[in-house]
């Protein structure tokens, strides 16, 4: 039961930090390229659920979600 109810918090936290960082785009402030981190927490989240349930296609997609945010923080930031 403890594990379900982590993993559930996991995927509400993924939800709730994926969709602050597309208010973040979508508001288009200077501080907008700061929406590659917090996109980057939501697909580590996500990652943390779909491994604990063994959904390898949320994995898989989150984890590709994590490259591009990462090229997206190397490019906007070095």
């Known amino acids: 039961m403890q594990r379900l109810v ?5 995927k ?23 929406a590659f981190f917090i996109f980057s927490a939501s697909a580590l989240c996500w990652i943390y659920a779909g ?3 063994k959904d390898q296609s949320l994995v898989v997609m989150n984890l590709g979600y994590l490259c591009i945010n990462v090229i997206g923080i190397y490019r906007w930031f070095f």
């Open 6 to 10: 982590t993993v559930n918090a996991y």
């Open 12 to 34: 509400w936290w993924g939800t709730a930090i994926g969709l602050l960082g597309a208010f973040t785009i979508a508001m288009n402030l200077d501080i907008s390229r700061y």
């Open 51 to 53: 491994y604990k349930t």
